[in-house]
C-alpha cells in the first residue's frame, strides 16, 4: 500500500527512464510523474522500450503515458513535456516522494540533485556508457552526484565514446527501480553510502564507498 | 614510500593482472604521476576516487590510501 500512495517522479523518459516507468508501473507505484520534452528519434529504438517504430517523432512523455495505463490503471502517469532546469524543477517535484535521474547530461543530473534537495526528496541516480553503468542514491542534501562528478566537470562522461547498447539501460533502470521501491517502502540499503559500478563486460558490481567532502588542498 | 591499494574498472583493467593491484610509489607522488606509471594519465573519461572522494590529478595519496579508477557514464 505505501507504493500505491507513492507518487514517483522519473526524470528522463529515454532509455533508463523508459524502462523505470514501465517497471515502477508494473509494482504498482500509485502516481509516476514523467518528465521529458524529447520526442522519439530513429536512435532511439535500440534501448529505448517505450519506442517503436510509428513513435518516431512523437513525445516521449505521451508514449510514456500510454503506456502506464496499458499496464496498470490504479497508476496515475502525469506527463511533464518540459526539460527540467533550475526554474522549474521544483514546481515538478513538489508532492513527490522520491525521484529517478533518468537523464543523458551530467549538468542536468546536478540541476535534479540541487532540486531534490531544495524539496526534501531523495534521488536514485543511474547513468549508463557502453556496457558501464553506475547507481547511488543521493540523500537531500547530500550533495553525492555533485561530489562525484564536480560542479564544474564535464557534461558527458565515457558513453560519447561508448554509445549506450541495448542491455545496458535495463540493468541499471531495474537496479535503480529496486532502490527506490527500497526507499518508499522504509528501507535503507547499501547504497546509503556506497555507489555501485555496473560493468556488464567483465560481470563484476562492485560496491564503493563514497564520501561527500572534499579533500584538504 | 607509501603502498596504495588500487582498484581498476572496465577497460583500465590490466591484462593477466584483474582489476585489484598494490602499488608502491615515493611519499609525495601525484595521482597524476600514478596514472602515467599505468598508462592512463591521457584518458579524456577518467575518474579516481581516493578514499571514495572524487580527487584531481595534483591529489598526492598519503600511506594506505585506497583508489578507484574508472570511466564516469552521464548516458541515460
Redesign the interface.
Known sequence: MKLLRARVAVV?A????GLAVELLARAGTGELVIVDGDRFGEDNLNRQILCRIEDIGAPKTEAAARRVREINPAVTPIPRRVFLDDDNADGILQGCDAALD?????GA?LALERACARVGIPLVH?????L???VAVSAPGSGRLE????AD??????????G?PTPT?AAVAALQVSETVRLLTGGGGPLAENLL?C?L??L?F?L????N???EP | MISLTV?L??KF?RPGTG?DMRMEAEAGTSVGELMDRLGLRGE??R?V???????GDG?RPADGDEL?V???????
Open positions: 528522463g529515454g532509455g533508463l527512464g533518468a537523464l543523458d547530461h551530467i543530473r543511474g547513468s549508463i556508457g557502453g558501464l553503468g553506475e561530489a562525484l562528478f564536480g566537470g564535464p557534461a558527458r562522461g565515457a558513453e560519447v565514446e561508448l549506450t539501460p559500478i560493468d563486460d567483465a563484476v562492485p564503493v564507498r563514497l564520501k567532502r572534499e579533500p | 582498484h574498472y572496465g583493467k582489476g579524456v573519461y575518474m576516487l581516493v578514499n571514495g572522494i572524487r580527487v591529489h578507484h574508472f570511466q564516469p557514464v552521464g548516458g541515460g
